[in-house]
């Protein structure tokens, strides 16, 4: 009987070693899997409050915590929350328009808009995309980003301000889409400070100007 028992035990402990061996790997990785996701969901909930989670409804467009993959959309990670709360005011009261964003921003609660500036205020900024180097339109538009007093508004390294949003780092397009509504009133500050620019701006200026600040990796902890 005992040794029964010890050849069952010698075998179960063999079998038992043979799956290690064999599915060992497959075992450590699926462990290593599942403590990833883990870490990745304390994150997603530190960040953003429980699922589910108002932001992800913008990331068809706005991308992952605010930033696209698509230069036509804006980025909304690292912008000043004021700016963000304004803007999102601006679409639900009709004052900015956008078949996609004015019905969209007028479903929402004052609680939810600010809970969204908040939010993208919160997040890293990055670069949208990096264009090809073109020397000759970023040394066109260095000059007219000087000499129009960008930096006033737009703040240091163009990562943002009180008064204006970054556009550093910013998507080509939606510059080009941005500056193009402002020059031709389609878009309205209510200050008129930008429509002025925009006024002053050739199509190849508006070209290079764009190009120029797509090039612009937001500064270093811009949020």
């Known amino acids: 009987m005992k040794r029964a028992i010890v050849i069952g035990t010698v075998v179960v402990a063999t079998a038992l070693a043979g799956a290690g061996a ?36 913008c990331a068809l467009c706005h991308g992952a915590r605010g930033q696209p993959a698509n230069t036509r959309y804006a980025s909304l990670a690292g912008q000043p929350a004021v700016y ?17 964003m004015s019905p969209l921003a007028a479903n929402l ?14 997040q890293t900024a990055r670069q949208t995309e990096a264009p090809a180097s073109d020397q000759a339109l970023e040394q066109r538009a260095k000059a007219k980003v000087a000499t129009t007093g960008c930096v006033a508004c737009h703040g240091e390294n163009l990562s943002g301000g009180p008064l204006a949003p970054r556009i550093a780092g910013q998507g080509p397009l939606y510059l080009t889409d941005q500056l ?16 002025a620019l925009a006024s002053t701006l050739s199509e190849d200026d508006i070209k290079a100007v764009a190009h120029y600040l797509g090039t612009l990796a937001p500064a270093p902890g811009a949020k």
């Open 22 to 57: 064999l599915y060992g790997p497959e075992l450590v990785a699926g462990y290593r899997f599942m403590n990833t996701l883990d870490e990745h969901n304390a994150r997603y909930l530190a960040n953003g409050g429980t699922w589910p989670q108002l932001q992800d409804t």
């Open 84 to 100: 963000i709360e304004a803007q999102l005011q601006a679409f639900a009261q009709g004052r900015r328009h956008s078949a996609q």
């Open 109 to 122: 609660t004052q609680e939810q808009i600010k809970f969204l500036a908040d939010y993208f205020s919160r």
């Open 180 to 195: 193009t509504a402002f020059k031709q009133g389609q878009r309205k500050d209510p200050t008129q400070a930008m429509n």
